[in-house]
């Protein structure tokens, strides 16, 4: 029962917003406040825009616990609200850039000196080569190692089958093991 109770209080605590209840909606944002920044921030790599895109998820929350029917977890629903609001910021972005001209005067802040310094450490190697992944790739990448979530979880938050979740995961780790691989790291990733 103790494995079950984060979940079925979530479930309470959205039957209490679903009525109105402000302090449920409360303790739902000071439990899921931190995942699910770090997963935008993770996505985004904006730290202003990732507080903003959070406070967003959560007013959604808010207006849509109606919408909420528990066919998966509030994590996974509230995680699903946060990759799509994070889908659509970097779609803007892209095209607010492309649109202003600016693609052409984008600096390649990876050759600065801040960053030189950096890549001694695998971590920053990993944030790094994580970046360079494509959008799709990086979502499950997150999802499944930051965010310890399983296929089926991962397929519902992103909307498609598990088997994509499957090869995406593949993929993603072949590009992120060959990236490690041309900056000289051959170990530490599976």
């Not at 519902?156 to 992120?176: M, Y």
Request: charged share 30%; proline share 2%.
């Amino acid at each position: 029962m103790s494995q079950h109770q984060p979940k079925d209080r979530d479930i309470d605590l959205m039957e209490r917003l679903k009525k109105g209840d402000q302090s449920a909606m409360q303790v739902l944002y000071t439990r899921h406040y931190q995942r699910i920044y770090r997963f935008i921030i993770r996505q985004i790599r904006d730290e202003m825009m990732a507080e903003d895109i959070v406070n967003d998820v959560f007013l959604d929350c808010w207006r849509q616990a109606g919408k909420f029917e528990g066919r998966s977890a509030v994590s996974t629903w509230l995680t699903a609200i946060a990759f799509n609001k994070s889908i659509s910021y970097l779609r803007k972005r892209r095209e607010a850039q492309m649109g202003d001209g600016q693609a052409e005067s984008m600096v390649d802040e990876a050759d600065g000196p801040q960053t030189l310094l950096m890549k001694d450490d695998k971590g920053d190697q990993l944030k790094e080569a994580m970046d360079e992944l494509s959008t799709d790739h990086r979502a499950v990448i997150d999802l499944a190692y930051y965010h310890e979530m399983g296929v089926k979880e991962i397929a519902q938050i992103l909307d498609i089958p598990t088997n994509t979740v499957k090869t995406r995961l593949f993929h993603a780790r072949k590009n992120l093991h060959e990236i490690l691989l041309e900056r000289g790291i051959d170990r530490g990733w599976p």
